[in-house]
């Protein structure tokens, strides 16, 4: 049977054991959803609502209370467990990515070293991969030395290095100012389209959801489940202006106002 | 600020040396006046010379020993002390920390133990080692090998969860987790710890040379005291200022060159 590359999750429910043992949370109720190899996949949701929960089952970390993922046909615990040689899904956080005690090349070679790969391929593959994130001048560096933006390059390339499949990324470039936030954009999607990986992007940012994923799933405040799926059918490069933008980011904005658990409250001031 | 930093640099050494030398100044001139404290606290040109005198030899006979002697066997005893207890307890942090059972039941007797001032294992050390290096090595360790363990256990609280996460999803075992992202995380953070410790640590070592052992700088100062010779006293604190500073400058050395990230990145 031919290996089906995607990710998919079945009826998931998560329920947390609050600290007192007496009560429980449930902070996922029933998600099912299906991403494809090579997909650009954006969750946006309210703060609080169990994005990262969802994506910490995906990569094996936790095991749903209901429900089933499922990577590539296995169950990511078990993948996680024995991903010795071939990680298939790799991490990117918005801080305390690097190790400080290493230089921008040990960092990028940090996995391959782990999972014992041969000398000639580290050094091919490093030699490829920091050229194309645009880091050579900096293979030196420790990350004390570098931006915010180069961090994050670092640690993309470091996900490249073990060739995992699917990129799961977690409010990477929320730190990040605003310049510094669109050059990453772009470079994130010329890493997508170079190395044909799955990437999953959870993000607070309206725009930023639009500018780059093929598809967008909105999740409701908790127990939050999926709402919503939308389909951006812009061709790339896409234009923050257009009225195609900003009617997709119009839906997105009345979503989030409609399943946000806290009411809006107006703020008056006092005379 | 206003003259660059390497300028500031030297201009802070210029003025360190000037006070100095003015406190040596004050001190020669008044012995050449013949004030009465100088009997008891004789001028550097008087201690410095007595020792040029002796060949650099402190003591009596066979038992004596060059002062180069002295301060070699001090600092040889402070350090290997020092650097066993430093390996141990990052080693030892990491066993406790790697099941909460043994955190729960070894954790009370390491902080029962931490307390124990270096010195307070003098009498111990010498009944258990007699006279001799390893008794000093002893008193070292075991003064600040618990505190330094109890550093360990909390710095390796706080790794990151970020960092664990990566190390796992980039394919890292158990065991290289421990080895390759947790040990280096926390060993900064013990080394600061040891820093702290270390002068407690030098002045248990001194004490002990005082008491018990025959050499070393401590032991200059106890000689001179029993052979009332002011000279050796003043000798053997300034050897022991001395080399506790340099000691210092060492540790901080190997901090800002080999353990310099901090934990924050």
């Known amino acids: 049977m031919k290996r089906a590359k995607s990710i998919q999750c079945k009826n998931i429910g998560l329920v947390r054991e609050n600290a007192d043992n007496q009560s429980s949370l449930e902070v996922l109720l029933d998600i099912n959803m299906e991403i494809h190899q090579s997909e650009f996949i954006s969750i946006i949701g309210p703060s609080g609502c169990g994005k990262s929960t969802l994506i910490d089952i995906i990569s094996g970390f936790l095991k749903p209370t209901s429900g089933t993922a499922d990577v590539d046909g296995c169950d990511p615990v078990i993948l996680l467990k024995d991903n010795k040689g071939h990680p298939r899904i790799s991490r990117i956080f918005q801080e305390k990515i690097l190790f400080p005690w290493l230089t921008v090349t040990q960092n990028i070679i940090f996995g391959m070293k782990r999972n014992n790969f041969s000398k000639s391929l580290i050094q091919s593959r490093l030699s490829e991969i920091i050229h194309k994130v645009g880091l050579s001048e900096y293979a030196e560096y420790y990350p004390h030395q570098l931006s915010g933006g180069m961090k994050q390059r670092v640690a993309i390339a470091r996900a490249l290095s073990v060739d995992s499949d699917y990129i799961l990324m977690d409010e990477p470039f929320t730190a990040l100012d605003y310049q510094t936030r669109k050059s990453m954009h772009d470079f994130l999607l010329y890493i997508w389209k170079e190395f044909d990986k799955t990437i999953i992007l959870i993000t607070h940012d309206i725009n930023e959801a639009i500018l780059l994923s093929d598809r967008i799933l909105l999740m409701s405040s908790i127990p939050s489940t999926i709402t919503e799926e939308m389909t951006i059918n812009m061709p790339r490069p896409r234009d923050e202006t257009c009225v195609t933008f900003n009617n997709y980011k119009k839906r997105i904005i009345e979503h989030l106002e409609r399943f946000s658990v806290t009411p809006t409250t107006h703020y008056t001031p006092t005379p | ?265």
């Open chain 2, 1 to 265: 600020m206003f003259f660059g930093i390497k300028y500031d640099r030297v201009i802070s050494f210029l003025s360190g040396l000037f006070s100095i030398a003015l406190l040596v100044f004050i001190w020669e001139y008044t012995a050449y006046l013949d004030f009465d404290y100088t009997k008891i606290l004789p001028p550097p040109t008087q201690f410095l010379s007595s020792l040029v005198d002796h060949d650099f030899r402190i003591g009596i006979g066979s038992q004596s020993a060059t002062l180069l002697d002295s301060i070699i066997s001090s600092t040889l005893r402070v350090t290997i002390g020092l650097l066993i207890a430093f390996i141990a307890s990052v080693v030892v942090g990491v066993l406790i920390s790697s099941s909460i059972w043994i955190k729960r039941f070894i954790m009370p007797i390491v902080e029962v133990f931490a307390p124990i001032a270096p010195i307070a294992w003098i009498p111990l050390a010498l009944i258990l080692f007699g006279i001799g290096d390893q008794a000093a090595v002893f008193i070292v360790f075991m003064g600040v090998f618990f505190i330094l363990t109890i550093t360990a256990v909390k710095q390796i609280e706080t790794v990151p969860k970020n960092l664990i996460n990566i190390a796992r999803s980039l394919g890292c075992s158990q065991s290289q987790i421990w080895l390759y992202v947790i040990t280096p995380y926390v060993l900064p953070g013990v080394f600061t710890m040891l820093r702290i410790n270390v002068i407690a640590a030098w002045m248990a070592v001194l004490a002990a040379e005082m008491t018990g052992l025959r050499d070393g700088l401590g032991a200059i100062i106890m000689n001179g005291r029993n052979l009332f010779n002011h000279d050796l006293i003043l000798l053997g604190m300034l050897s022991i200022g001395i080399m506790g500073f340099l000691f210092n400058m060492l540790l901080k050395y190997v901090q800002d060159r080999f353990l310099w990230w901090d934990s924050i990145n």
